[in-house]
């Protein structure tokens, strides 16, 4: 059976013995970026749907204990995965398939066009000639991001044009959070970075923010002993410095005495766990978190009106980013885009074929509060409930398609009907929701 416990009082006790640790976590924010001084649009469902997810919970049917151990238990599985395989195991589609932006007009975040020569010297510098010869496992030591070509500069397809200029840059694949564990397949040409795979997705990350793990690491971590982060953007210090943020949802290890731990890289570049400092009540607990209406209203809310960032660019998150997130710290894995999110459920409910107003009665009937997301290809959203008879989802939504072909953009997570922009004149009907809407999935 779950424990019901209030982790933080637990914490300030089992952990009360390393005051001296050197790293510590605290309450921290995301640094502010372009995210969040870009223009951003109200419309009529973000003025009139309060956004707060408390008026939903009460519609929310709860797991079980036994549910939530079913799926602790396929999070784990997935979630290790890197480290109990022994090859890189990608088809050549996979391998290679950041190059066909090399065969597209791209440009530059400023606008400046991306020749030919640029991604010559970027395929030289992912030295695939020496893919799959590392074979070890490793982990992140830092939040970090999952580039397709190891380098930071961006790719942008028409920044003139909304939805392919920022913040959609196709050379971030994903951000890859603290303590993601990793398979390493081999060096890029100046050694700086290194082509990983991890449980979601693959490409390269920065050597700096990873270490390699030997088997007395992966035994120490994979203990079935874990806390996970319930407070988003907090601060990992070592000896007073920011190293890093840590999002809502990050998994830590504990030891016999409940005691968390945190990976630091050694001078041979290997992991070690170490004591860690919770310096704030209340930002950490037993994983998985028990799915009460409290800790919906916790964890949700959180996750309103943060900007919406391309493959979780700049520390922020996008539509699969946000349900992803949502059902970590619950134990429930999720992959990384609303594609493969649409395969991870229980049931698969098809919406193919119906009118708008036969899908939102679909989804009244059949999808769960807090435990449905319902999917479109390239979106994907939570459904939180119904008010006035209209089903109500929590989504990160980049904007409304207007009949011209741009957008209006929200470029926030918000919580709206499935015809967000409705009202407007312009709005391209056959676009919202509503109407696009292919699948429920439940959990």
Known sequence: MIRKISY?????????TSLFADMSIEIGKRFQSQLDTMTKYHVDDTKN???DVTQFVSQATLFTPEEQEQYQHIFKQRFFEPWHIYEMGLSSKDKYWQIKNAKQETYKKEGEKISASWYQEYIEKSNFGAYDTLRTPAITIAHTDLKLFPTEEEIYYDPSKSGQGFPFDYNQNSAVYLHTPLFVSHYSLDGEWIFVKTAFANGWVKKKDIAFVDDEFKTKFENNKYAVTTK?????????????IIKMGTIFPMNGTSKLLITKKNAKGYGELKNVKIRDDDIVAYHPYDFTRENIIKIGNQ?????YGWGG???ARDCSALTRDFFAPFGVYLSRNSSQQSRDGKSFISLKGLTAQEKKDMIVQYAKPFRSILFVPGHIVLYVGVKNGEPIIMHN??????CNGDKCVIGRSIISTTEPGREMIDVKTESMLS??????VNF
């Open 8 to 16: 933080s009082l637990s914490l300030v006790v089992t952990l009360s």
């Open 49 to 51: 749907i309060e956004q």
């Open 232 to 244: 988003d953007n907090l601060n990992l210090k070592d000896d007073g410095q920011i190293v890093s």
């Open 303 to 307: 996750l309103i009106n943060e900007p």
């Open 313 to 315: 660019k700049l520390q």
């Open 397 to 402: 939504y980049w904007g409304v398609r207007k």
């Open 435 to 440: 109407n696009t809407l292919q699948a429920i």
